[in-house]
């Protein structure tokens, strides 16, 4: 047994809640086991697809290995989807009373809010979710889990605080971390990230978010609900420039109602600090302002985390702004090493690091012979949701990347203020849209702006890997007043135009013959 070096890990603010989850990820006296033989599997971090890894690996009979230096559940539980939400959440309860008149609700001037209580709520409930995670678990569903630095020191073999683990396959599962821009000051006047937001118990009086992608959109807004007064800077004319113009315009207009202030094609020069206030300096269409705020949040760029792993001595290539360098069939340069997760791909999701997992588990423990029958990333079909409220889903192919692709699409779009429930419900602020190939019903992709548009889209993702058209969609009952009606009613407009004027003609011809 070999006691385990590292540094005592702490999560700010130490209170039962964030004790209870280092006990969980990170136990502070925990004993790294004794290797004994050849693993099967050796997989370096414990995020999404380190854990799904190493615990399927386990569970199918084969042995396994798990190390990780400082938190298990990665990003995902300690820094990422699990305190975010938690965090929204709150923010939408918030909203909720300030728009609570129009149900009939009055609530009294002088309404008591609480930050710290609601941080803590996020901190209690990300405890009680880090055991899935856990040392202990994992430990107990027959994975060897070794708390420490692993790195490579050669082609089969890895070294986590003097001990040495030997292997057959490996993989590369750790992640990547908040990479902050160039900017002149910045790191001298500091600055948040999604690895510190989340400790803070004081709310920010004012706060600047730079970047307006998903991550700066869902803080932005969910900071101004609690109050906080919110200047978001994006170096682009609009918010989310991945999204469909008019799917980022509705949520940018309700951040607009919520109290952010946008500040659109601006570039920041540097940042100061004066006294307690951190003052940014920017571009704004040719002329300097400066801006004085409480705390700063940088909601743009990650970085893999490649470094200090012996990826040259095993023979893995990588780089450091892309990361590891894999092949469709999540292999490196080294065909006995493999990685997942944000480390190696573009799309930098919970859910594509599990379903990456599946991939390694597949290619690595079972090699086919002739090299027929591997798993592929090609193969994935990847839906992803922004938290903002409202959410916008997406899944598969943009109109403008369909056409860049060269296939022809035709494009239904139906509106939320055309569905009951959405108007009954005070959310129909949005819609579904659906790309399908020309003349046909096979979908390429899909986007749904809408309250809950992360739950809705997987109607979409399931037709689309079961290879079943809309033509399934419209024949498929929907319960009635349900806001995912909104999927059939977009399904129904493409119907509507397979009714085309010669067979309209004919079934008029038909209808008087048969009178």
Known sequence: MHDHQNEFVTMAPMDEFNRQLIDNVHPPSWINPTPKGRYNIVV???GTAGLVTAVVAAGLGAKAALIERHLMGGDCLNVGCVPSKGVIRASRAWSAVNRSAAFGVTVPDGVKTDFETAMARMRKLRARLSLVDSAHR????????????GRFTGKHTIDVDGATLEFAKAAVCTG???????????????YLTNETVFSLTQLPRRLAVIGAGPIGCEMAQAFARFDSRVSLFEQT??????????AAEIVQTQMTTDGVTFIFDSQIASVESRGQEKVLHYNYRGEQHELAVDEIFVGVGRAPNVEGLGLETAGVEYDARIGVKVNSRLQTTNPDVYAAGDVCFPFKFTHVADAMAQIVIQNALFPHPLGLGYA?????????ATYTDPEIAHVGLYEAEAKNKGIEVDT???KL????RAILDGEDHGFARVHVKKGTDVIVGATIVAAHAGDMISEFTLAMKGGLGLGTITGTIHPYPTQAEVIKKVANAWRKTTLTESKKRFLKKLFAWRR
């Open 417 to 420: 203020d055309e569905v009951d």
């Open 237 to 246: 004319g609009h918010i989310l420039p991945r999204e469909d113009a008019d």
């Open 44 to 46: 370096i971090g414990a």
């Open 376 to 384: 592929k990333t090609d193969s994935l079909i990847i839906p992803w």
């Open 412 to 414: 239904f779009t139906f």
């Open 138 to 149: 994992f430990t107990s569903l027959g994975v060897d889990v070794f708390m420490g630095a």
């Open 176 to 190: 990547a971390r908040a990479a902050a821009p160039p900017i002149h000051g910045l790191e001298a006047a500091g």
